[in-house]
């Protein structure tokens, strides 16, 4: 995967080929990420979670959480 685009079912394949998962936190994308990832069938198997924080007050609360998945 180098500069190309990668769609969701690239990072799904790539993910669950290695064994790994994802957890993702997202501000400005308002939950684009984790939308392309959890439109892919099989996607439960390499999601753990994901969290939108638009309220900057809210961001460093939400990243903690998202650091413990």
Known sequence: ???EEVTGEDLVA???ERGHTIAV???LTGGLLA???VD???ASQVFQA???AYQDELKP???A???RC
Do not use: D, N, P, R
């Open 25 to 27: 936190a997202e501000s």
């Open 35 to 37: 939308s392309a990832i």
């Open 61 to 63: 609360i939400c990243w």
């Open 1 to 3: 995967m180098g500069s």
């Open 50 to 52: 994901g969290i939108v």
């Open 14 to 16: 790539a993910l669950s």
């Open 65 to 67: 959480l998202i650091g």
């Open 40 to 42: 892919v069938a099989g």
